[in-house]
């Protein structure tokens, strides 16, 4: 399979559902771990290359860990809570949430999606022929064992819905970046206007830029559930700005700065 002949994200077939697309690179990960084994157990080393048995042993090692990290995401793309993986890895919520969340971070920030670099075709239906063909090479559970695995591969309506969302998540975050633009010049206008008539009104206009990104949060919240609880809270914290504004407390500190 060529793996480097990657298309761009325009003509990109469509991806599957997150834990489809998570499944499957955790099937990638399987296969590179498993033809790593084998090859270890009949590889003859040379006594003259001293290290090498224990840099394969690590390479392996690096692969297990990124297996667990791919069922760590698996997990959360099927709706385990923290506390279900700290339970699952016998550790507390919180060692679980500080050990895999910026694993998890970086899988959202793909678009929850594989990124087909050196690591399968990009499109499912070929990772997935791929993988199965080697899987019923190796144990003989027939050639689509593990499209078989992929509810959303012979399903579009599953695939469209979930690359709207993708699509909407982009919109959203390009949204929440012209309002934070958007923000730090209605700041500037609130700042040049301290002890104006107009202070009052840059003030309003300064507060309803923040609760605009709120509502931002709020629907990323909704379409991006992986990581509703950091938007919830990017949320908040823009609610809180704005109504600090309102009441004067923003705006008292920005009076006193001046009066410096």
């Known amino acids: 399979m060529d793996e480097t002949n990657e298309p761009d994200e325009q003509s990109r077939p469509p991806a599957l559902t997150p834990v489809d697309e998570a499944m499957l690179a955790r099937a990638q990960t399987l296969m590179e771990i498993t033809e790593s084994v084998l090859r270890d157990v009949c590889e003859q080393y040379p006594v003259g290359d001293p290290g090498r048995v224990l840099r394969d042993a690590l390479f392996v090692q690096g692969l297990v860990d990124e297996l667990i990290t791919k069922a760590v995401i698996v997990e959360r793309e099927r709706g385990a809570s923290w506390t279900d993986i700290g ?67 012979h399903d579009p309506a599953a695939r469209q819905e979930a690359n709207d969302r993708r699509a909407e998540v982009k919109h959203l975050e390009l949204r929440a970046e012209e309002l934070r633009l958007d923000c730090d010049k209605a700041y500037r206008a609130a700042v040049e206007a301290v002890g104006t008539d107009a202070a009052e009104e840059k003030n309003a206009v300064w507060a309803a830029r923040h609760f605009a990104r709120a509502e931002v949060y709020d629907r990323l919240a909704v379409v991006e559930e992986l990581a509703a609880v950091e938007h919830r809270r990017h949320a908040a914290a823009q609610r809180e700005i704005a109504e600090g504004i309102l009441r004067g407390r923003i705006a008292e500190d920005l009076t006193s700065r001046e009066a410096v």
């Open 87 to 153: 339970n699952a890895a016998g550790i507390s919520k919180q060692t679980a949430h500080e050990r895999w969340n910026t694993k998890v971070s970086a899988w959202v920030l793909m678009g929850r999606q594989r990124n087909g670099i050196h690591r399968g075709a990009a499109d499912p239906a070929a990772h997935a022929q791929y993988l199965g063909e080697w899987a019923d090479a190796l144990v003989g559970k027939g050639r689509d064992v593990i499209s078989r695995l992929l509810p959303s591969l």
